[in-house]
């Protein structure tokens, strides 16, 4: 699987309207306040541009490969996840355009499906796990 460096990254996301936030103000893969896309799948990068171009919406990514999210084969850290922002423009289009499969975390999270990619409403961002 191809990986991007945090500079290939953040070039692709930007041309494609897709801004980065970070609450530390920095890109640092091992610092947790820090919100990095360092050897993150291209996959990855790939499909939240299609979901910009297909929902047309603001999309703001929040957390990326950076140390401080859960471990896991499907991991932040193995490039297969994103968080980005809650906007209500987003929330709406995937409400009504993505399959609901339920809830998670005792009830409190709802989760979407759109293709393969699960869409977690974590009730600060949404968590995306690109499959």
Known sequence: ???LTHAEALKRVNAAG???SSSG????????????????LAKTIDEII???QKSGKVVTITGGTEKGHTDGTKSHYNGYKLDIA????VTDYITKNFTYL????GGKW???????????NEGSHWDIVIA
Do not use: E, H
Request: hydrophobic letters at 25%.
């Open 86 to 89: 809650m906007d209500p423009g």
């Open 25 to 40: 103000k920095c890109s640092d893969r091992g610092n947790p306040k820090c919100t990095s896309l360092d050897t993150i």
């Open 1 to 3: 699987m191809s990986r």
């Open 18 to 20: 897709i801004s980065v």
């Open 50 to 52: 299609a979901f910009k």
């Open 102 to 105: 339920g809830t998670t975390n």
């Open 110 to 120: 709802k989760q979407y499906k759109d293709g393969t990619n699960i869409w977690t």
